[in-house]
């Protein structure tokens, strides 16, 4: 049998924003990865409110430069993943969200805890 490539996209069939968070936080098991996600959401969301307040199209531009490209950046290089955004954009979003709510009031150690381990990637 041959192994599959380290950023492998599968297509896995998910019915409910609970059952797709605990396969999300699977995805985005280093801390680092999850730093890096909260200052894209931070920032881009800024952008993104800079360019409401300041009717300025280079703001929006950057939103998503911005975002995306630190929470990419950590999946390519800090997790060794694909972003879930390719596969299931609704729910990654949804769940990145969550996420930054949760580290934002210091409750990801808690949701990490709950889901009843450090979560690890998919097997290979």
Known sequence: MTARPKFYLEEMNFR?????WPFYMSQHSKPAT????????????????????????????AAPLVGYGLAW???????????????HPLWSTMCDYKMFGLMLIGQMDRE??????RP?????
């Open 120 to 124: 690890v990637l998919q097997a290979y």
């Open 112 to 117: 990490i805890k709950r889901l009843g381990k």
């Open 73 to 87: 950046g950590s999946h390519f290089f800090v997790e060794g993943n694909v972003p879930e955004i390719f596969m």
């Open 16 to 20: 409910s924003m609970e059952e797709f």
């Open 34 to 61: 999850r730093r890096l996600h909260f200052l894209g959401t931070l920032f881009g969301s800024m952008c993104l409110i800079c360019a409401l307040i300041f009717n300025c199209l280079w703001f929006l531009l």
